[in-house]
């Protein structure tokens, strides 16, 4: 299935699976173009969202790749024999403090919310649902500082002696633009001296009967990369 939104092309395979390219005019034009297409209820498709393909968690599966296993000393005649040792990470391969990173801010950022409500007009955006609960974006290219909870304070008594860890929060820059049909966010922060940055599209189809949510995470660099986010989500209201 192939639609057109303005300059951006995104292409759908019949399997369901998403890819996405993308070309704006960032001239800052006044557009006028009708933004209420995003507007309504949406609810995640999870068989073309293709969640299980996302790598952005439980990464530690991907980076400990196991070491090569060696031959031991044998006596002649013996059968050969092997020494496999443990995985191993190396720093050249593993960015400890950007993988923590990922981890602090993906709970928040990149966890798929089951629905999303969206009202959105020239001015801003308002969207319900996603782990940051309602935030209201001013769509004007300018940067802006939004208040993200990282940890919410746990609902279950502590163990004996200790005591409950206050939820934390982190400021993020966000920008916020239209581009044709589409709204792109762009949201950055820091973790222990490492950057990080995606960039969001919200691109109604034609149609408007679904909704793609497209990530990409910009920063940090990591081995292997964090694989583009591609999600679905289909109209309730």
Not at 136 to 148: A, E, M, N, P, S
């Given at each position: 299935?192939?639609?057109?939104?303005?300059?951006?092309?995104?292409?759908?395979?019949?399997?369901?699976?998403?890819?996405?390219?993308?070309?704006?005019?960032?001239?800052?034009?006044?557009?006028?173009?009708?933004?209420?297409?995003?507007?309504?209820?949406?609810?995640?498709?999870?068989?073309?969202?293709?969640?299980?393909?996302?790598?952005?968690?439980?990464r530690q599966v991907s980076w400990n790749q196991p070491a090569p296993c060696l031959p031991t000393l044998?006596?002649?005649?013996?059968?050969?024999?092997?020494?496999?040792?443990?995985?191993?990470?190396?720093?050249?391969?593993?960015?400890?403090?950007?993988?923590?990173?990922?981890?602090?801010?993906?709970?928040?950022?990149?966890?798929?919310?089951?629905?999303?409500?969206?009202?959105?007009?020239?001015?801003?955006?308002?969207?319900?649902?996603?782990?940051?609960?309602?935030?209201?974006?001013?769509?004007?290219?300018?940067?802006?500082?939004?208040?993200?909870?990282?940890?919410?304070?746990?609902?279950?008594?502590?163990?004996?002696?200790?005591?409950?860890?206050?939820?934390?929060?982190?400021?993020?820059?966000?920008?916020?633009?239209?581009?044709?049909?589409?709204?792109?966010?762009?949201?950055?922060?820091?973790?222990?001296?490492?950057?990080?940055?995606?960039?969001?599209?919200?691109?109604?189809?034609?149609?408007?009967?679904?909704?793609?949510?497209?990530?990409?995470?910009?920063?940090?660099t990591l081995k292997p990369a964090v694989k583009p986010i591609r999600r679905v989500y289909v109209r309730?209201?």
């Amino acid at each position: 299935m192939h639609f057109r939104a303005g300059a951006l092309i995104v292409a759908c395979a019949s399997v369901g699976v998403l890819s996405a390219r993308g070309q704006f005019d960032v001239s800052g034009a006044p557009q006028t173009v009708d933004h209420s297409a995003l507007t309504g209820v949406w609810v995640l498709d999870d068989a073309k969202s293709k969640l299980e393909a996302e790598n952005w968690r439980n990464r530690q599966v991907s980076w400990n790749q196991p070491a090569p296993c060696l031959p031991t000393l044998t006596r002649p005649g013996e059968p050969e024999t092997y020494d496999c040792q443990p995985p191993k990470v190396t720093s050249n391969t593993y960015n400890s403090i950007g993988e923590l990173g990922l981890f602090a801010f993906g709970r928040t950022m990149l966890e798929p919310p089951q629905t999303l409500t969206i009202r959105a007009d020239m001015s801003s955006v308002s969207i319900d649902g996603r782990p940051r609960d309602i935030t209201t974006y001013r769509v004007d290219g300018q940067t802006h500082k939004l208040r993200v909870l990282l940890s919410r304070p746990s609902h279950s008594a502590p163990p004996p002696g200790r005591h409950s860890a206050p939820p934390r929060s982190e400021d993020v820059n966000v920008r916020t633009q239209w581009h044709n049909e589409s709204l792109v966010l762009e949201m950055s922060s820091e973790f222990g001296g490492t950057a990080f940055a995606i960039t969001e599209t919200l691109l109604p189809a034609d149609d408007a009967r679904q909704l793609f949510v497209l990530i990409d995470v910009r920063k940090p660099t990591l081995k292997p990369a964090v694989k583009p986010i591609r999600r679905v989500y289909v109209r309730s209201q």
